[in-house]
């Protein structure tokens, strides 16, 4: 199967946050709060995503409830947080809705994220992640974390199913 087939097969996407959906830098302030940057782009894609009928998930190790308030707006139901073992949340989050395995794009950037892309059918990340990462990942970003490397992996798919709003072409190609 090439990989336009593989991204034609997604029904579902898990996003790690810092690192993915946010760069992976923190501006820390002197009373200890931290400000991450976000891609209101990869935040319209997200959007598009669950519009069209797909299942979006996060899991992060982070427990920012400005994270989890701006993703839950977007309409970001599956939110794992503080998930210090991310297989047990990816598991509690596949057995809880009986998802098939080879049919989830997870993008993760860092080690946190291995244990889950070893599980998926599809492990991506942005241009930026881990070389660890990198080496595992079926589909590298040429887009950097917080920078569009979500909405990259999303247009894909939402095109490829004719589900993206604007027609380009895209659908059809062969790769």
Same mark, same amino acid.
Do not use: H
């Given at each position: 199967?090439? #990989?336009?087939e593989?991204?034609?097969? +997604? $029904?579902?996407?898990i ?5 993915? &959906? ?5 501006? @820390?302030?002197?009373?200890g709060k ?7 782009r990869?935040?319209?894609? =997200?959007k ?6 797909y299942r979006?998930?996060?899991?992060t190790?982070g427990?920012?409830e ?5 993703? !839950? !707006?977007?309409? +970001?139901?599956? +939110?794992?947080?503080? !998930? #210090?073992? $991310? ?5 509690d *989050?596949? *057995? ?8 989830i794009l *997870? ?7 291995y244990? @889950? ?5 599809f492990?991506?990340?942005? $241009?930026d992640?881990? @070389?660890e ?6 589909? +590298?970003?040429p887009?950097?974390?917080g920078?569009g490397?979500?909405?990259d992996?999303?247009? $894909?798919? =939402?095109? =490829?199913?004719?589900?993206?709003? &604007?027609?380009?072409? *895209? ?5």
């Amino acid at each position: 199967m090439n #990989q336009l087939e593989t991204f034609r097969d +997604i $029904k579902t996407f898990i996003f790690d946050v810092d690192g993915v &959906i946010t760069n992976s830098e923190l501006i @820390v302030f002197e009373d200890g709060k931290l400000l991450r940057k976000m891609s209101i782009r990869d935040g319209f894609a =997200l959007k598009m995503a669950i519009n069209a009928g797909y299942r979006v998930a996060v899991i992060t190790g982070g427990k920012s409830e400005g994270v989890k308030n701006r993703l !839950a !707006a977007l309409g +970001i139901q599956d +939110i794992y947080t503080n !998930a #210090q073992d $991310k297989l047990e949340a990816y598991e509690d *989050y596949i *057995y809880t809705f009986e998802l098939d395995e080879n049919k989830i794009l *997870y993008m993760g950037d860092d080690v946190p994220d291995y244990p @889950v892309m070893r599980r998926v059918g599809f492990p991506t990340c942005p $241009k930026d992640a881990a @070389v660890e990462i990198i080496q595992l990942s079926q589909y +590298i970003s040429p887009y950097e974390g917080g920078a569009g490397c979500v909405r990259d992996v999303i247009e $894909k798919v =939402l095109k =490829l199913n004719g589900e993206w709003p &604007i027609k380009s072409g *895209y659908e059809d190609e062969e790769e």
